[in-house]
């Protein structure tokens, strides 16, 4: 039975950040406050060419060039957002095209807040190992633009990007353990978007609760799926979904307090074991969707060699609420491919946004869908695609 999993991984991000603590010092706070007290460093801004389609198509670009692996090997593109750029055509449909993906391919959108994603992993599991990738490969998308109110307590929480996941059998950084894993679901009003708008209505201190309640019940899900497999062993390393990254040291202690651990324990099996996942989410912010395997990549790219044959554990959450707990293994030779694959690279040479140039794009960004093509978005980097306009309420891209 060949194992199944991801293959390869790549980001893609704006091309400019606000740093936290000028965030901090605009608003009256003590920059301790968001960079200790939150875990966050930097977030992405997003302008208004850097749309979720724009973002996914960039990765998935990315992933095509570094991993070798080309666009026509594709059966299946999801593509997991809850900020999607129309009610009805899917932000998959506009990738086939950019992508130049076949036309006997499966392609649609999952949402269930930051849950959207894994839920296209998931899915993308069960297809290979029920046969019907027929050798293909699926392409996982997630992408977002993480947007709370201006002065409000969400607003250092959020962020922006995409990261595009290879699934195939035979994965070079991560085969999952498929059939074993733990789900939770409940309906809460922790955090949504009304229709009518662009920014998340949340309630901040009941979310955190939500999302430690969901991993307590997950992570009970995944001990007794895993234990009716048969499978066992201890895990080496834990990614957590990241809305900032002292949630996921939150989420660390809850699931160590399950474990019987001390306190001190569960700090020091934290640095061991979560912190190296939280340097990329600390320089990017909350990219809903694509959080946890933001901080997976963050993980693989520093620790891939040393993690050959470990296992790890994954908690994805999506507000509302959705969450499964799941485990793989990382492959011999995952830490010669991380390194060609160089899943950093998009977060060097980023533009620092003054607090000033920060409040302006957030204001022009609210017209963005409705401006006619323009096409302002020329110097791009190389591989990058924008959003240029709207002619005649059809969505223009180029590449
Ligand atoms: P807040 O209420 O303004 O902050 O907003 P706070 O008062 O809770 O302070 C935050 C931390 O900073 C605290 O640490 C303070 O002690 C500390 P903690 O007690 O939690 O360990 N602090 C300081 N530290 C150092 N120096 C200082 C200082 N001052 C205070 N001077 C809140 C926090 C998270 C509520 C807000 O940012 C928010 O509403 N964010 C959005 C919601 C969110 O991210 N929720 C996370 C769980 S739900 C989830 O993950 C799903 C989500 O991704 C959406 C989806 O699924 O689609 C959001």
Request: aromatic share 8%; with cysteine; charged share 20%.
């Amino acid at each position: 039975m060949p194992t199944i999993g991801i293959d390869a991984i790549a980001l893609a991000v704006p091309e400019g950040y606000l740093d936290l603590a000028d965030l901090a010092a605009a608003r009256g706070v003590p920059a301790g406050k968001f960079v200790e007290g939150l875990g966050v460093q930097r977030m992405s801004v997003a302008r208004q060419h850097e749309d979720p389609v724009a973002l996914a198509a960039t990765a998935a670009r990315r992933l095509f060039a570094t991993s070798g692996v080309d666009p026509s090997t594709i059966g299946l593109c999801v593509v997991g957002t809850e900020t999607a750029v129309d009610h009805s055509k899917p932000v998959a449909a506009y990738l086939h095209r950019l992508l130049g993906l076949p036309q006997e391919c499966r392609v649609f959108e999952a949402k269930h807040a930051c849950f959207g994603g894994t839920a296209g992993l998931l899915s993308a599991l069960d297809w290979i190992a029920a046969g019907s990738a027929r050798g293909r490969k699926a392409l996982i998308i997630c992408t977002d633009i993480a947007r709370y109110g201006l002065s409000t307590p969400g607003e250092p929480t959020q962020g922006a990007g995409a990261v595009a996941l290879l699934v195939s059998d035979n994965p070079r950084l991560l085969a999952l353990e498929v059939g074993s894993t733990g789900s939770y679901a409940q309906d809460v009003n922790d955090f949504w978007r009304p229709l009518y708008s662009k920014e998340a209505v949340v309630d901040g201190h009941h979310s955190v609760q939500c999302y430690l309640d969901a991993l307590a019940g997950a992570y009970k899900s995944w001990q007794n799926a895993s234990a009716a497999s048969g499978i066992t062993g201890e895990l080496a390393r834990r990614c957590y979904h990241v809305p900032y990254g002292k949630m996921a040291k939150k989420a660390h202690r809850h699931v160590m307090q399950i474990e019987g651990k001390t306190e001190a324990e569960a700090d020091a099996s934290y640095t061991a074991e979560v912190a190296t996942s939280l340097r990329l989410p600390s320089q990017v912010g909350n990219i809903y969707t694509g959080s946890l395997y933001l901080a997976l990549a963050s993980l693989l790219e520093a620790e891939a060699a040393e993690l050959e044959g470990k296992r790890i554990g994954l908690f994805s959450y999506g507000s509302g609420c959705c969450a499964e707990f799941f485990a793989g293994t990382v492959p011999a030779g995952a830490g010669a491919f991380a390194d060609k694959l160089e899943m950093a690279a998009p977060l060097k040479d980023r533009r620092k946004y003054t607090f000033a140039e920060y409040e302006q794009i957030r204001l022009r960004d609210d017209k963005a869908d409705q401006r006619p093509v323009n096409g302002d978005a020329h110097g791009l980097p190389a591989g990058s695609v924008a959003f240029v306009g709207v002619d005649a309420d059809r969505r223009v891209y180029i590449a």
